[in-house]
């Protein structure tokens, strides 16, 4: 960002900030009418066990829990273009967790994202997408969050950028950008289609990494069928057939992803594959069909047209589109196939593959850097690796490798260049 562009930016934060701080101070004694009605007071045994489903469905756990920590105990870095989150814990500590907090602050918290003492929270806690579950559902979480084994450990600050490390400036965002919610039934579809869309739009919180945001990270919505940024990974529309559609897939191909993490088409790698590993594998048969029947209904909208590809002469194509079919064939086809055809159920074909040939082209990229693998689940656990090449070929050959396999057996997407690769170097490894 400019420096103009951010002082623009404090400017026009700190007037809006002005006007909402007022609307704030009216407000903040507001409850909403649902948090008063009654909780649906079954076994709380049957509760907790719901909670803890619930939780798996919502990744509590996935951001609330440092890599090797105990779970719920937060710590984990969440890193984003504003800055470094670190998340907080838990676990019913009275001191350090949210032991002292009573069910309706913890309502308020997933509901209307405030804090017991009405500071409103960040949005990289996704509540915007949270505000949807139910009353009954965020009972059980809260039954389940208190049962988990305490532990005592302090929040650690978020380390943000200037503004954002302004809290009260949250008011302003939540002014223009949020308002609490509840799922609402789409009468003209059945029980099984509502209960995907409420899984996926509510506790599954999927727009949270797939669906665009504004400069002030504000989701856009799916109107544009443009996907989000996360880590450096692309995380592509779900209702673009050339990003992650799955309306020409079978119900059955979508369960198979969301819950191995891969079919014959397709694998999840980086951050969804944490997601399938932490939160979908967990799901029950029936919500899986259901968020697959949700999926495959969404409306296939064309993707815009892709940035322009990097000017070169017919000769430099040719010589680089040579250079990248020799690496290929050295580093890539003994795995992959001479043909990119794959050699299923090892790896998927990278020929017709969108993965390989969509725009922005990061994943790509991202994977020939850095390697991965598809997450180890109960269906597929011992999934095969895809070795790094970031430590033995540089930024040049990997572009043209990547130019080539975009192009090569019918796949018709744009060239990269260099400095795209440098840009994917570093960053989280996730
Ligand atoms: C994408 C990461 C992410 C996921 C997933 C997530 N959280 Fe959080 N959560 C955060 C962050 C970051 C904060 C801190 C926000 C802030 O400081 O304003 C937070 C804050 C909270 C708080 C407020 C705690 C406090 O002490 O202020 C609660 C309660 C909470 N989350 C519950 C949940 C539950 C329940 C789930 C699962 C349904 C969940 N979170 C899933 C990132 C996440
Ligand atoms: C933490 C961010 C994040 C969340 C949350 C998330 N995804 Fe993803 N998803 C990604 C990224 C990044 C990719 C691209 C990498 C890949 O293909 O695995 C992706 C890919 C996909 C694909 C395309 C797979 C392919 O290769 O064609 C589908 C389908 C998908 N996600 C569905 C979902 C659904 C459904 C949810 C909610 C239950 C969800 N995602 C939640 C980040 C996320
Ligand atoms: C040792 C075997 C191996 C080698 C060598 C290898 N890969 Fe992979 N690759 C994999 C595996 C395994 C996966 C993940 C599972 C899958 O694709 O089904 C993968 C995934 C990929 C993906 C993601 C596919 C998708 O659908 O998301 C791309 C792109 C890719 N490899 C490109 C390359 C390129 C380019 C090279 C050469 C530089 C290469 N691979 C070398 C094994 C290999």
Known sequence: MTKALRVAMVALLLLIGGVTLVAWLGLRSDRSEESVAPVIASDLQ?????GRYLALAGNCRGCHT???GADYAGGRVIATSFGEFRTPNLTPDAATGIGRWSENDFWRAMHEGKRPDGAPLYPAFPYTHYTKIS???VAALYAYLQSVPEV????LAHSLQFPYDQRWLVVAWRALFFRPGAYQMVATQDERWNRGAYLVQ???HCGACHDARNALGAIRGQADAAGGVIHNWYAPALNAAAEAGVAAWSEDQVIALLRTGLNEKAVTLGPMAEVVYNSLQHLRDEDLRAMAVYLRSLKAQVSPPPAAAPRQSAETRMVANARGARDYADHCAGCHGQQGQGRVPATRPLAANRDVTMTPAMNVIRIVLQGGY????AGNPQPFGMPPFGGTLSDERIADLVSYIRSAWGNDAPAVAGH??????GGVLW
């Open 420 to 425: 795209e690769v440098a840009r994917q170097r």
């Open 374 to 377: 598809a997450p180890g689940t």
């Open 46 to 50: 049957d509760r907790v066990a719901r």
């Open 152 to 155: 005592n450990k302090g929040n």
């Open 66 to 68: 440092e890599r090797g």
């Open 202 to 204: 509510g506790l599954g």
């Open 135 to 137: 009353r009954a559902d």
